[in-house]
């Protein structure tokens, strides 16, 4: 993978001026948005396209952003229009904002819509950056990943990267078909997370340690585990290594989880996730 560019969250760069319109208001909409608040953005530079009566309401009450039921003046007079719809509304709500577009960029945060589609039903719009941000977004520590079309000027990569950073570190890639990857990896990586942090607390508590106490152990272990691996700048084998004293209890641990093959079945996992990628992928180019 070529990494054209990695950012931690970093405060956003200085286009106070650029004028964001989303369309679609759900759990991702709302964490950019208020990381751009939280970061000094000002609100009044921001809108949102909402068909659901209630998600609109709590846009305005919480954010004291514009919120309408269908594109329009703000979107075309916006700088910036981010689609943040699932994957099988994207073609609707590409067509709603086609008429409006002249030059503003567009950015997709909808899992497996490759660019070529997006521009098709954009009528052949081509400033399109795609990124694929994960759930931890909702807490400002989210890994998002950024691909443009060439189309896009530094500029607009500057103005993307600088939205995304709002939630969490960003990443570019310079070929689309990593995106599948990204998906697998970071895009559906949480899960794979939570799904190990909920076995150690069940083990913990099989071993008769109070629930409370297991899933603080857990979530406080996995913490503190991925803080040292980011703050110490040592690889996770080395640091795995020294936690693993022979004849321990942690190499008892780790031998049981190669002679299961815990692995090769997690690497497999995640190969499975990406061919879903590409799967929905294609399913979605014969829309």
């Known amino acids: ?12 760069p200085a286009f106070a001026s650029v004028k964001i319109a989303f369309i679609g208001g759900g759990n991702m909409a709302s964490a950019l948005i208020g990381g751009l608040l939280k970061k000094g953005y000002a609100a009044a530079d921001l809108s949102v396209v909402e068909i659901d009566a209630d998600a609109r309401e709590r846009l305005m009450a919480r954010f004291d952003v514009l919120s309408n039921t269908t594109a329009a003046a703000e979107t075309s007079d916006s700088d910036v229009v981010l689609l943040a719809v699932k994957p099988q509304q994207l073609r609707a709500a590409a067509e709603g904002v086609r008429p409006l577009l002249h030059a503003q960029l567009v950015i997709s945060i909808a899992a497996g819509v490759r660019s070529a589609e997006l521009s098709r039903w954009l009528g052949g719009y081509q400033r399109i950056v795609r990124a694929m941000p994960n759930t931890p977004a909702l807490v400002l520590a989210g890994a998002s990943v950024l691909y443009a079309l060439a189309s896009v000027t530094s500029a607009q990569r500057s103005v993307a990267e600088g939205i995304l950073a709002a939630v969490g570190s960003t990443l570019w890639v310079e070929r689309e078909e990593l995106m599948d990857a990204v998906t697998a990896v970071s895009g559906s990586g949480p899960a794979y997370v939570f799904y190990f942090i909920e076995a150690l607390e069940q083990a913990g508590r099989e071993l008769g340690l109070a629930p409370a106490d297991a899933r603080q152990l857990s979530l406080d272990t996995f913490f503190g585990a991925v803080r040292l691996a980011r703050e110490g700048g040592e690889e996770p084998a080395v640091l795995r290594a020294r936690v693993t004293s022979k004849g321990g209890t942690t190499e008892r641990a780790l031998r049981s989880m190669e002679a299961d093959r815990v692995r090769a079945l997690i690497v ?4 499975q996730a990406a061919e879903r990628s ?10």
């Open 1 to 12: 993978m070529r990494q054209a560019g990695r950012s931690t969250a970093a405060a956003v």
């Open 268 to 271: 497999e996992a995640v190969r």
């Open 278 to 287: 590409r799967e929905l992928g294609d399913e979605l180019a014969r829309d």
